[in-house]
């Protein structure tokens, strides 16, 4: 095999050549656009990330931790002695549509600029909302303090949800993670304490001012019937929107097919990653989601084009 390389601009290291690792998808380069640590709310720690990408034969990974870039620094420097590509990023939760909208952002790993300040505000929302959930699980009987809940987390600013639903299956309060939300901390229940969100026009602007790009993730969690998200993915492809999460590990074939349809009408890339979280979400792997994700590497090519 002939080595490729790389002439997008420079967003990190020089691409590597990529080599098989895995036999099931040996003479394919394959990605991973959607991956988190534990510098927000998954198990593994941002060095393990591109190890799990390597052992899964994946040319390139994202590390896309919510509201935060501080993974990227060990995350890129094993990416570079296992020999994959590491793609700087970070999932931001915007209001969009009367829905909590999530976005991906791509190419921003500078710790300044508009868009950096954006993350440092929801960073410290983020603070506040927690202490208040704790408050709010005390007020219900339940007692996890604050300091207990951080002491599960790699930080403060680290602190989300899941360590609140990992502590209330410990204390007996929920069967596991996915009841502790259902029971306890999703919207509308009981300990449910809402967080800032963003404009994605606000977003997409401060993106571009650090020459990053936008993809609105997994497009059905909008709740939105066809039309609807298609009218939605047109508004935000004006404000500058360059791709939708088509390839989501946890949508099924057809669905992904609609989504890759929906983003050839409005010329944006059809993206696609796993949304790994480690044990907090059980039977996600990078680069195989549930055992049938294929992102090709030319989606990444695609992206770094339509950088500004």
Not at 91 to 105: D, I, K, P, Q, Y
Not at 121 to 126: A, K, P, S, T
Not at 234 to 263: D, M, T, W
Request: hydrophobic share 40%.
């Amino acid at each position: 095999m002939t080595p490729r390389v790389s002439h997008r601009r420079s967003c990190g290291p020089v691409r590597v050549p990529w080599r098989p690792r895995g036999p099931d998808i040996v003479g394919r380069a394959v990605i991973d656009l959607h991956v988190h640590s534990n510098a927000s709310d998954g198990t593994d720690p941002p060095g393990a990330i591109p190890e799990l990408a390597a052992a899964a034969g994946c040319s390139a990974v994202a590390l896309t931790d919510h509201d935060t870039l501080s993974g990227l620094g060990a995350a890129r420097a094993r990416a570079a002695e296992v020999g994959v590509e590491l793609v700087g990023g970070c999932e931001v939760s915007c209001a969009f549509s009367g829905a909590s909208t999530h976005v991906l952002v791509y190419f921003v790993d500078h710790e300044e600029g508009a868009f950096h300040d954006e993350l440092v505000g929801l960073r410290d929302d983020r603070v506040r909302r927690n202490r208040l959930l704790a408050e709010r699980l005390i007020e219900l009987g339940i007692h996890i303090s604050y300091e207990e809940a951080v002491a599960t987390a790699a930080s403060e600013e680290s602190l989300g949800r899941p360590h609140f639903a990992a502590l209330l299956v410990e204390r007996g309060a929920a069967e596991s993670i996915p009841d502790a939300f259902d029971r306890w901390l999703a919207h509308g229940r009981p300990a449910f304490v809402p967080k800032a969100r963003v404009l994605p026009g606000r977003i997409a602007a401060a993106a571009r001012e650090s020459r990053g790009v936008c993809v609105l993730a997994h497009p059905l969690s909008l709740e939105l019937p066809p039309r609807e998200l298609d009218r939605a993915v047109g508004e935000l492809a004006g404000l500058g929107f360059v791709g939708i999460e088509a390839n989501y590990a946890s949508y099924p074939p057809e669905q992904r097919e609609e989504l890759a349809g929906l983003a050839a009408r409005h010329d944006l890339v059809a993206t696609g990653g796993s949304d790994y979280h480690g044990t907090v979400k059980a039977g996600l792997s990078i680069g195989r989601g549930r055992g049938d994700l294929e992102v090709q590497d030319e989606v990444l090519e695609r992206l770094a084009a339509r950088r500004p």
